[in-house]
DNA sequence: TATGAATGAGAATTCATTCAT
DNA sequence: TATGAATGAATTCTCATTCAT
């Protein structure tokens, strides 16, 4: 393996590249693309600003590329809370946990990925339409099959998904902004799971 | 009669100011506060530099004002959409209508407030949170009163709101995305009415 | 008359002129030529920025131009009170009554000489260098002819016109830093002569 | 050892800030505060304009810092000039032998203190009445030792020192001008130690 | 790999000056 | 004459990026 550096090498490589892009993570997330500097976030890893470019090629570079990673984390996330329940109140309580708990233990992946990101480069818009779009249709995908199943009523499930999704980022984010979100999670995740419920017209009810 | 400060004169310069703050909504809208340069608004209003800092005292005070001022006219369209209904579907019909109307023919004004103003000055933060509270209560308050005269069941009215505020935005930036935005208004309006009707577990219907 | 304005045309536009001027002797020698703006100068005489243009061609021009007045002015105050006495004694102490008289009654003007236009402008450079050299020169003629008439011992006059001019300048400024210039400046004078007779070599002591 | 903040490297840093600040006090000590630019500044370093706010906050800092920092320097050299000697005599010798000296070899730091900041920020007003103040005190000190051994007349001597303190930077400032200030500096010395002796009164002449 | 000094393009802001009225 | 809105060159300062060590 004479193109790989050794375990150890690797180790302490990929320790210091992880160190970097939690530090990315946390400082976009609070400041924003624009107003986070390059030495914000080599300060917040503890390295030199040199580092920062042997690792990464450059500040936008990063930022899509963390934008999607994270994106893609936060999706597979709620789509696996979903997909592993058979009907709609389990899928939608599943997605809603999955979110929840992410959001509660991981705040600056959702805080990137919901303020860090907005008006920025424009290399990400269409990442981040990606991303919306993703997230729409991983609350579609349920409604739909729930709408063959007839477990609930007939209704433009494109429009109640893009609903569903705002309405969770916004109450997400007031989660984010209270003094204890982690104590007040369960309650959010349950009033959402009724408001979804009703919203989507479950017939099971 | 050297000089007069005349009404000719002073209804110019109001022009200009006026086509500046424009100019600046539409940039700052579509770039972001960060990412939007004095230069970038000056050559949307073609005028120059100076020009900028003869009407205003410099761009954060500009974007601050300007957001205001916005919320403030958005949040009177919806609370007056609101507040000349009776019951809570024609209130939501007429806030939803009066929110979307704006989306549609002042997109730079809903997109200023929804994604210009993220992550930006600390001067501004404030500024949102009172926006959003606002807003949240805008939907909350017929809530309410639905509650109290049982038009709608029992539930917890605040996170209701936020969820609602939440689906609406997230359904209006889908909108203005959209081909042709205001085809599809209507419709929008319509399906985020029993959208709404469903998730407040309206007793009427 | 043709070429003349009418007398009330010429005195209200030498007024203004006047006002422009002392305004500007007063912004210049508060903050020095380059922190002074036109619009401290036009403000502080209560006119329009333009109208600055209209008598002045430029800030440098109107700078150096108030310079060479003030320094002939305060020149010609100095020279007068040495040249109207017959003996050093006398004429000290008439050029330095003439000099605190005006640094105590128009402090801007000898502020504007001493402080306003020290590195500024490459223009002024000969014009202060002129008015040092004037100034030295007072002091010398009578040195010289007193030392003719052996009523000083012999010394280097240029060099004690030098000392003199110095000494007299940073009394003036110390005076002019008292909470109340005009009770103390009697003093001063007196302190100077005894000082300035002592450092000739009056023989007449 | 992949990077060390060696001597070298740090030899380095300093010999790379001190010309910084050397070049700041030349550009300073010709222009004075406003008229120089950062650009005058890192032209004379020839270093990029970056590199300037590497070593330094801002123009208003340095320029305060070095101010203060010359200020000592010279204050501190005409102090020991003085202190070294017993008498009146001497004493007066060996503050004006340091200040010529000073002012002859490192002429830039004479300018700047008498020329470059004057009417400047308003920062830099306390710390020029502070080394003003010091120096007069400088010269009265020796002044009031002397009266109290009726070395010298009995007279203010407060006000003796400022006169001699402006003596003095009046034919510095003279010798600077001329076209080879070394070869008159003992001269002017000694003209002054004379014009000195003669103006306080000196009793053991 | 890692460092941080050095760079310079670009941004915000100021202000002398012009000119239509 | 007088006005003040409009201009844009010049200035200060920031920050992404490079590179010698």
């Given amino acids: ?14 320790t210091k590249r992880t160190a970097m892009m939690q530090a990315s993570v946390r400082v976009f997330a609070e400041k924003g693309y624009h107003a986070a500097t390059i030495r914000d976030i080599v300060q917040e890893a503890d390295v030199a600003v040199g580092t920062f470019y042997f690792y990464f090629p450059d500040k936008e570079t990063l930022f899509v590329h963390l934008y999607e990673e994270t994106a893609l984390f936060l999706l597979q996330a ?7 329940r058979a009907t709609i109140p389990h899928q939608i309580t599943g997605g809603l946990q999955a979110y929840i708990n992410i959001a509660v233990y991981e705040p600056a ?5 919901l303020v ?13 339409a ?3 779009e993703n997230l729409i249709m991983s609350w579609q995908r349920p409604l739909d099959t729930a709408l063959d199943n007839a477990h609930i009523l007939p209704q433009n499930t494109r429009r109640t998904a ?12 007031n989660l984010l902004n209270a003094p204890d979100p982690e104590s007040e999670a369960e309650a959010a995740v349950q009033d ?4 979804s419920l009703r919203a989507v017209a ?4």
């Fill in 192 to 195: 959402l799971i009724d408001f």
């Fill in 78 to 84: 709620i789509q696996q809370g979903i997909q592993s």
């Fill in 202 to 205: 479950y017939t099971g009810l």
């Fill in 116 to 128: 860090g990101g907005v008006g920025t480069v424009p290399s990400l818009a269409v990442k981040r």
């Fill in 162 to 173: 893009e609903a569903l999704a705002g309405a969770f980022d916004e109450v997400v984010l």
């Fill in 109 to 113: 992946i959702v805080q990137l990925l």
């Fill in 130 to 132: 990606t991303f919306r």
């Fill in 1 to 14: 393996m004479p193109y790989q550096s050794s375990d150890k090498t690797r180790q302490k490589k990929d």
